[in-house]
C-alpha cells in the first residue's frame, strides 16, 4: 500500500537559516509528490509538486524539493527561511487507480525564531 | 476569484444531531473530495467525486455520505455525529479526476465537535 512518512513531527529553525523537511514514500511505480502549507486557520496551497522529468522540482515562496529514487525521499529545502515561513507542511504521493486522490504523511509543523 | 468554499467554518454540535457541511467550488471543477485531518495522521480521504453523480468511498468513509447533484456543490453529510468524528474537515477540487497539471485546490477548512 501506498503511504507517506515525515519523520520530523515540529522542526525549529532560526530566520535566515536554511530549511530541509523530509519526506519518505512508499509506492511501486513511478509516483506523483506534492507538498502542500497549511498556514494556520487556512486550506493547503500547493507549493510544489514532482511528475516526471527534472528531479530538482523548484516552487512558489522559494522553496525546492529533490526526488531521489533511491532513497524514496521527496524532501523539501529551502535556504533562508522567513518568519511568515512558519506552518504546518504535508508531503502526499498520488495513489494509484486512475483517480486524484493524495495519501498525506502526518504533516510536520515548523517553527521560526527571530 | 477562484475558490474552494465550505461552511461553516466551525460547528459544535452534539452526538446523534444530523448535520451537513457544505462545499461548493467556482471553476468548474469535474472532481471534488472530502478530506479530514487529525493530528499526528494527516489527512483522509472520506469519498470522493469524479463527477456529478458519481461518488465512491475513500479511506475513511464510515459515518459520512455525500452527494453530488450539482457539478459546483459536494455536500458531507452526518447523519448521526459521535465524538470520534471531531476533526477538521477539508474540501477539495481540481479540474480531472487524474492527475494533471492542474493542482487540487483547497477550502479553509471546517472544524466540528461533537460533544
Known amino acids: 500500500a501506498q503511504s507517506v512518512t515525515q519523520p520530523d513531527i515540529h522542526i525549529t529553525v532560526s530566520e535566515g537559516a536554511s530549511l530541509e523537511l523530509r519526506c519518505n514514500y512508499s509506492?511501486?511505480?513511478?509516483?506523483?509528490l506534492f507538498w502542500y502549507v497549511q498556514s494556520p486557520g487556512q486550506g493547503l496551497q500547493l507549493l510544489l509538486k514532482y511528475f516526471s522529468g527534472d528531479t530538482l522540482v523548484q516552487g512558489i515562496k522559494g522553496f525546492e524539493a529533490e526526488f531521489k529514487r533511491s532513497q524514496s525521499s521527496f524532501n523539501l529545502r529551502k535556504p533562508s527561511v522567513h518568519w511568515s515561513d512558519a506552518a504546518e507542511y504535508f508531503c502526499?504521493?498520488?495513489?494509484?487507480?486512475?483517480?486524484?486522490?493524495?495519501?498525506f504523511g502526518a504533516g510536520t509543523r515548523l517553527a521560526v525564531h527571530p | 476569484e477562484a475558490q474552494v468554499t465550505q461552511n461553516p467554518r466551525y460547528l459544535i454540535t452534539v452526538t446523534g444531531k444530523k448535520l451537513t457541511v457544505t462545499c461548493s467550488q467556482n471553476?468548474?471543477?469535474?472532481?471534488m473530495s472530502w478530506y479530514r485531518q487529525d493530528p499526528g495522521l494527516g489527512l483522509r480521504q472520506i469519498y470522493y467525486?469524479?463527477?456529478?453523480?458519481?461518488?465512491d468511498k475513500g479511506d475513511v468513509p464510515e459515518g459520512y455520505k455525500v452527494s453530488r447533484k450539482e457539478k459546483r456543490n459536494f455536500p458531507l453529510i452526518l447523519e448521526s455525529p459521535s465524538p470520534n468524528q471531531t476533526s477538521l474537515y477539508f474540501c477539495?477540487?481540481?479540474?480531472?479526476?487524474?492527475?494533471?497539471?492542474?493542482?487540487?485546490?483547497f477550502g479553509d477548512g471546517t472544524r466540528l465537535s461533537i460533544l
Open positions: 467525486s469524479m463527477n456529478v453523480e458519481v461518488t
Open positions: 477539495a477540487s481540481s479540474l480531472l479526476g487524474s492527475f494533471s497539471n492542474q493542482p487540487q485546490h
Open positions: 502526499a504521493v498520488g495513489a494509484s487507480g486512475g483517480y486524484n486522490k493524495l495519501i
Open positions: 509506492y511501486g511505480a513511478t509516483p506523483y
Open positions: 471553476m468548474n471543477h469535474e472532481y
